[in-house]
Nanobody, 127 residues
């Protein structure tokens, strides 16, 4: 059974930092594309960072490029999202997702491309 478990969310002030973790069980990061999808209240989920282990390629949405960093620890089967210089616009529930195989950024931004989802972790940034 595939399970993705997020942690690390919390409340911070604008300009602060958080590190989100996603521990994966049931599958290995190898051979899977992984991504983070935040969902703000009243809005649809939108991919902000995605990666493919085999090539170390990572993609970032323009809104987070330079502030968010995606990484993974294969030995721990864990995906990370380091978020710096947070703003209130980053507030939302952050979901860790996975799908078998690679894909273009255009595809990896779409929630429908991913069949494995975590329960989400809340990130709240106050001004």
């Amino acid at each position: 059974q595939v399970q993705l478990a997020e942690s690390g969310g919390g409340s911070v002030q604008a300009g602060g930092s958080l590190r989100l973790s996603c521990t994966i069980s049931g599958i290995s990061c190898r051979g899977y594309s992984m991504a983070w999808f935040p969902q703000a209240a009243g809005k649809e989920r939108e991919g902000v960072a995605a990666g493919w282990h085999e090539s170390s390629t990572t993609y970032y949405a323009p809104s987070v490029k330079g502030r968010f960093t995606l990484s993974q620890d294969i030995s721990k089967n864990t995906l990370y999202l380091d978020m710096d210089n947070l703003s209130p616009e980053d507030t939302g529930i952050y979901y860790c997702v996975a799908r078998e195989g690679t894909g273009s950024w255009a595809r990896l931004q779409r929630p429908s491309e991913f069949n494995f989802w975590g329960q989400g972790t809340q990130v709240t940034v106050s001004s």
